[in-house]
């Protein structure tokens, strides 16, 4: 079993429309973390969350410590949404990142 | 641009040859990891150097070998490549162990082994 889950796999939705992504993990960690990869590959760290909420712009994050458990909300979608999200953590005192296996999101007009 | 530089950005190459990808930290930052991508893996960690000195090994070949150099840029060598190789590499880095301070990532060097 991975130690990082993420639901679902791929997910399409319409402009406008409020999207949700699960992340869930097994382990003990110190820092979960919310990536972006768009096509053509790089990799843009989106929120570093150990607990609570965090918002930037259309997109909330939150965290619940209790129950393992990560979301990555994005509010009224749009095409350029559209990438892999990657949920990531860092478990107990490493640094390291321990990666999801990435939610492919595409956001149609 | 997220202050992370690798290079190449794409590099072909033919079995059993050697390359080596650079990456150069956001200023400031003393850690430097590197992360293999491949289809069939997707990301896993490979090693990570903190001012010089490796810190941590992931699922590196022993093929594989990186350094860190006193300006802090950062080395992966990749020798003997086999089709297997083939895969996005990156690198990050950040400005202690990385808990508390987040990560920045480069764009990526794509290896293709042909």
């Known amino acids: 079993k991975n130690e990082v889950e993420q639901s679902p796999q791929n997910l399409t939705a319409q402009e406008g429309e409020f999207i949700t992504i699960n992340c869930s993990y097994s382990v003990g960690i110190s820092a979960l973390h919310w990536l972006q990869q768009h096509p053509g590959g790089g990799i843009v760290s989106l929120f570093m969350?150990?607990?609570g909420k965090k918002k930037h712009g259309r997109l909330i994050a939150t965290i619940n410590i209790q129950e393992k458990h990560s979301s990555l909300h994005i509010t009224a979608s749009h095409p350029r949404d559209s990438a892999v999200y990657i949920c990531?953590?860092?478990?107990?005192?490493?640094?390291?990142?321990?990666f999801g296996t990435g939610t492919r999101l595409q956001v149609t007009l | 641009d997220s202050g992370v530089t690798q290079t190449p950005k794409h590099l072909i190459t033919a079995t059993g040859q050697r390359v080596t990808l650079r990456c150069s930290p956001r200023?400031?930052?003393?850690?430097v990891y590197w992360y293999q991508q491949s289809l069939d893996q997707g990301l896993q960690f490979l090693i990570q150097y903190y001012n010089g000195e490796e810190r941590a090994k992931g699922n590196i070949l022993e093929r594989f070998s990186a350094q860190q150099f006193p300006d802090l840029h950062s080395e992966l060598n990749l020798s003997s490549l086999e089709l297997g190789d083939s895969a996005l590499y990156f690198c990050?880095?950040?400005?202690?162990?990385?808990?508390?301070?987040?990560?920045?990532f480069g764009s990526g060097t794509r290896l293709t082994v042909v």
């Open positions: 200023s400031g930052d003393l850690s």
């Open positions: 990050a880095s950040s400005a202690i162990g990385g808990i508390n301070y987040g990560y920045t």
């Open positions: 990531a953590v860092s478990i107990g005192t490493a640094s390291k990142l321990t």
């Open positions: 969350l150990s607990s």
